[in-house]
């Protein structure tokens, strides 16, 4: 699918995103941090992980949250992401946030 000049994927869990990671390179994850299962902060520290064991460049990540005030938010924070969008959002933060973590990757 292809919106506002992205190609996009989806994932309904972290473990199908960490397949996907697995089969095509990405410029950027977006990730809610809840999910059923594995949360967004385990998908990404599996991701990270892949993705040094296999000798390919980091990828930024955006997390989405309704959860700003929480402790799982907290802990998102630390793994110092590319951005935190907090819900509800709209369009234009969604996409700002977008453009800021691919360029901030282009230019490191």
Do not use: C, H, W
């Amino acid at each position: 699918m292809t919106r506002e000049g992205y190609n996009v994927s989806t994932a309904l869990n972290g473990v199908r995103a960490l397949t996907l990671i697995q089969k095509s390179d990405f410029d950027l994850i977006m990730s809610d941090i809840k999910m059923p299962g594995m949360d967004g902060i385990e998908t990404v520290k599996k991701i990270r992980e892949y993705l040094a064991q296999n000798n390919k460049k980091p990828i930024p990540e955006i997390f989405i949250t309704a959860y700003a005030k929480e402790e799982i938010y907290q802990r998102a924070i630390e793994l110092n992401a590319s951005g935190y969008i907090e819900k509800p959002f709209d369009i234009k933060t969604l996409l700002q946030t977008t453009k800021k973590a691919i360029e901030r990757s282009y230019y490191n």
